[in-house]
Structures are given as C-alpha cells and as structure tokens.
C-alpha cells in the first residue's frame, strides 16, 4: 500500500513540475527574468499545497471507501441465495 502511495506522490509531482514548466514557457519566463518571492508569500504557497495534499488524500480515502463496500455489496449478492436472503430478512424483523 504505501508503496502505492510513494508511487502515486511521484506521479503528482513529475506532474506538477511538467505543468508549471509549461505555464511559465508560455508566458515566456525564464530563471533571468524571475522575480523572487518573499518569505510570506513562499509560506502561502505552501499551506495552499498542504491543504490540497490533505484534500486529495481525503478523496481517495472516501472513493477507496467506497469501491470496498461495492465489492462486498457484491460478493453477498453472488453467495447468497433468493432462499436464504429472505430468511435473513424475516430473522432480522
């Protein structure tokens, strides 16, 4: 599982530096002609990136979620016949 993780953290980031390196060469910036941010504004920058690392790691809990209680939704379905369905239903009234 982390090994996933560490996976998927690598992909987000190549693709990250792929689309920042693509904004800047459309808007023809160059490391000359840069300016430099201050200390404020590099801390916003990276609170805005932790609230969105937290935000996605949230998401892919809930639709990992998610996807687990479809396939066990599933496998009951599959194991459990029409008979024994119903007996549970008048058991659990």
């Not at 693509?22 to 920058?45: G, P």
Request: hydrophobic share 30%; charged share 40%; proline share 0%.
């Amino acid at each position: 599982m982390s090994k996933n993780k560490l996976n998927l953290q690598e992909i987000s980031s190549t693709m990250m530096q792929l689309f920042v390196q693509d904004v800047l060469a459309k808007n023809n910036i160059s490391k000359e002609n840069r300016k430099s941010l201050t200390d404020e504004q590099k801390e916003q920058i990276k609170k805005v990136v932790e609230d969105l690392q937290a935000q996605v790691d949230e998401y892919v809990k809930g639709t990992k979620k998610t996807v687990d209680e479809e396939n066990e939704v599933k496998e009951t379905t599959k194991n459990t016949t029409l008979r024994d369905m119903l007996k549970n239903r008048k058991n659990d009234k």
